[in-house]
């Protein structure tokens, strides 16, 4: 096996040297028979692909815990310059061996709300403080060694979740620090939600059945059973959304999590909705030896040996028919594939006409900054690897059919 220097420097971004290969079939049964209808996907084929992708790739979800409670932890009516209710909730979780954990959320609601409004779910990567522009919010994501939790790290991150203009359009959005699900590194399942559940186990056994995806898309959820608690948020109509690695949870929590109402993948690449086949910029070898915590162990055999597996990753997009799903892209980001992105929403598309929608209509890719909209999106942005104001537009646009519509 090569290095992961030697991995990385041999990644490749020619369109002519991607292997030839054949994507199975997400409704192709057992039996070598095809799926005919929505009863037999619903009933029996999805099932067999969401124990597929456990055993194979990102592992099963735990539990809920024996005990969840939701603690309000402050709320400021002025939020955002006046236009937002800010609200701070500590979710706690406790098991009956006497093991517990916490991971803090923080919502913004429509200041004008004449009723319960629709909602933005996410995950983010440097802090709740790091999200917003405002300076009391509660700093997190101290699980983490080495995160920059000092003042001069708050807001630093406030484009990639533009809250005020969600909320201006009538969303409430919320949030979480992921690191508080499961720190970020190999080295700390101790200090994550498994601890909740695996006791002393060794992290080395923990990879064999779970891995870190599985907990933050586990977060996603619990994060959701806080919001059906909120009488300003209208819990039926949630947009669960992520970028990057988050992206790839935000696909496994909406595939596990039926309550999510619209789907949304943000520039999520490999092992997110990029095709494994292409072996296209990121390939299984370079993402299982930079993160292995983030797939169980079984998902090794397919380092540079992509041809060998039985599904692909329209199958994961598959697992949120019929709900409208998002794929977003940018043309710079080449490390994700945006080709192998837009090819798996259209190889999903099948599994939508059995519920009797088209999913994305057309196989031809997009220009840039053209929005493909429908129950499967496709959005190319123009620029770099990042979530910007420009990808919320098309993501409010989209929540403006499929969030506020009976």
């Not at 979780?93 to 779910?121: C, K, Q, R, T």
């Not at 498994?194 to 990879?207: I, K, T, V």
Request: proline share 6%; net charge negative; glycine share 6%.
């Amino acid at each position: 096996m090569k290095t992961r220097e030697e991995l990385i420097s041999a990644a490749n971004y020619d369109e002519s040297r991607v292997p030839s290969y054949t994507l199975p079939s997400p409704l192709d049964k057992a039996d070598g028979s095809k799926v005919a209808n929505a009863f037999e996907w619903v009933n029996f084929q999805r099932p067999r692909i969401l124990e597929l992708y456990k055993n194979e790739l990102y592992g099963k979800l735990p539990p809920r815990p024996d005990r969840t409670s939701f603690e309000l932890l402050s709320c400021r009516e002025d939020a955002l310059g006046g236009i937002a209710v800010r609200k701070e909730y500590r979710i706690h979780f406790e098991m009956n061996n006497g093991v517990s954990h916490a991971i803090d959320m923080l919502l913004y609601i429509p200041a004008n709300a004449a009723g319960p409004v629709p909602a933005f779910l996410g995950l983010n990567f440097k802090g709740n403080h790091a999200a917003t522009p405002e300076k009391d919010v509660l700093i997190t994501g101290q699980r983490m060694p080495g995160l920059d939790i000092s003042d001069e790290s708050r807001g630093v991150q406030t484009a990639r979740w533009n809250f005020e203009e969600t909320i201006r359009r009538g969303y409430a959005s919320a949030t979480i620090c992921y690191h508080d699900i499961f720190p970020d590194g190999p080295e700390h399942w101790d200090k994550s939600i498994y601890r909740l559940f695996c006791g002393n186990a060794a992290p080395a056994s923990m990879n064999e059945s779970y891995s870190a995806i599985s907990a933050w898309a586990w977060g996603l959820s619990r994060a959701l059973d806080c919001l059906e608690t909120e009488p300003m948020v209208n819990a039926a109509k949630v947009a669960v959304h992520g970028h990057s690695r988050l992206g790839k949870s935000s696909l496994w929590a909406g595939a596990n999590d039926p309550r999510f109402r619209l789907v949304i993948s943000n520039d999520s690449g490999c092992a997110g909705a990029a095709l494994f086949k292409r072996c296209y910029g990121e390939n299984v070898a370079i993402i299982k030896s930079r993160f292995p915590h983030w797939f169980r162990d079984s998902f090794a055999k397919y380092m540079e040996n992509e041809a060998s597996m039985t599904f692909d990753q329209h199958f994961l997009i598959s697992l949120i028919a019929p709900r409208p799903v998002c794929i977003a892209s940018a043309t710079e980001d080449l490390w994700a594939d945006p080709k192998g992105e837009f090819l798996s929403g259209v190889h999903a598309a099948e599994v939508y006409r059995l519920f009797g929608v088209e999913g994305l209509g057309t196989d031809v890719m997009p220009p840039p900054d053209t929005p493909l909209t429908g129950q499967v999106s496709y959005h190319l942005r123009t620029g770099k690897h990042d979530q910007t104001p420009q990808d919320w537009a098309h993501y409010l646009d989209l929540a403006d059919t499929y969030l506020r519509t009976e």
